[in-house]
């Protein structure tokens, strides 16, 4: 769990610098990126950014038939 969210994690970064880049590099000569197109892949980074993070703050619960058990000892 902890290597998909940091693969998550780190896959959204490395979009938002590629974003960076080509939008920096658009000035030089525009119309190459389409706005629209930066714009969904800047929402579609910070979702796989929050998610990740997410799951890095519920690594220490319980997953599966392990929560389930815990669960029922704990009553």
């Known amino acids: 769990m902890q290597r998909i969210a ?14 960076v880049a080509l939008l920096l590099g658009d000035a030089l000569s525009p119309e190459r990126l389409p706005p629209m197109l930066a714009f ?15 799951m890095l703050e519920r690594r220490g619960v319980p997953h599966g038939a392990a929560g389930a058990v815990g669960a029922s000892d704990r009553s």
């Not at 940091?6 to 974003?19: H, K, N, Q, R, S």
């Open 40 to 54: 969904y892949a800047a929402c579609g980074a910070g979702v796989c950014l929050v998610l990740g993070l997410a």
């Open 6 to 19: 940091c693969t998550m994690i780190g896959g959204a970064l490395f979009a938002v610098c590629c974003l």
